[in-house]
């Protein structure tokens, strides 16, 4: 069963806009964490934000999560071409030690 | 090397042979999952090694699927019978606690 669901599934921009992406879920978390793949092969971690965190930054990446209506998102600011990718969160569900993926959004950043 | 290893990147089979698909995790990480993508997919939770607990094969499709950890150290899944709808892109990775280090995958094609 999925437990995330990214929103929307596709995305295109210009290169310098930002992009934000929503990642909904069900059940409990303790963390909610964001991946990238590229090519459709390896995913790279991005950023972990627990349930007790609202807000989280790296880079030009920022993070929210609201518990209250079970929903993240995922902003890029200033993107980039290389930006470029498909972007997946991954819960706890309900505290298991198996992350539960979305479907993915696909960013597509045009320079 | 740092990262996780899966050999072979790609592989294609006919329809009815066995595979063995290889996953060498970071030095050091007791967590191993083996995950699927199908094309455009999210990725689908195939098995999880715990140390030396017993892993959690809940997400094995079917009983022609089947993985083993050897030394709590290198990963190997195995499919019999291969089917067509088996063609996708096996993932494992490695965790030390929560983020989880993926390899580049193996991209099984079923003929």
């Known amino acids: 069963s999925q437990q995330g669901e990214e929103d929307p599934q596709a995305l295109s921009i210009q290169e310098g806009e930002n992009a934000t992406m929503n990642c909904s879920y069900k059940t409990s978390i303790n963390n909610l964490q964001w991946y990238r793949q590229n090519s459709g092969r390896g995913l790279v971690h991005l950023i972990l934000?627990?349930?007790?965190?609202r807000e989280k930054h790296s880079g030009r990446l920022r993070v929210t999560l609201d518990t209250s209506k079970k929903s993240s998102s995922l902003l890029i600011t200033a993107s980039r071409a290389a930006d470029t990718a498909s972007y997946f969160c991954?819960?706890?569900?309900?505290?298991?030690?198996?992350?539960?993926f979305g479907r993915g959004t696909s960013l597509i950043v045009h320079p | 090397g740092a990262g996780v290893s899966q050999s072979p990147s790609n592989k294609v089979t006919e329809k009815g042979k066995d595979v063995e698909l290889r996953c060498d995790p970071i030095?050091?990480?007791?967590?191993l999952y083996w995950y699927r993508q199908s094309l455009g997919q999210g990725l689908e939770f195939l098995i999880y090694?715990?140390?030396?607990?017993?892993?959690?094969k809940s997400g094995l499709p079917s009983d022609r699927f089947s993985a083993e950890r050897t030394g709590g150290s290198v990963s190997t899944l195995t499919i019999q019978r291969t089917q067509q709808e088996d063609s996708a892109v096996y993932l494992c990775?490695?965790?030390?606690?929560?983020?989880?280090?993926f390899g580049q995958g193996t991209r099984l094609t079923v003929v």
């Open positions: 934000i627990r349930s007790n965190e």
């Open positions: 090694f715990q140390g030396n607990s017993a892993p959690d």
């Open positions: 990775a490695s965790s030390p606690s929560t983020e989880a280090f």
């Open positions: 991954a819960t706890d569900e309900g505290g298991s030690y198996i992350p539960t």
């Open positions: 030095s050091g990480h007791t967590a």
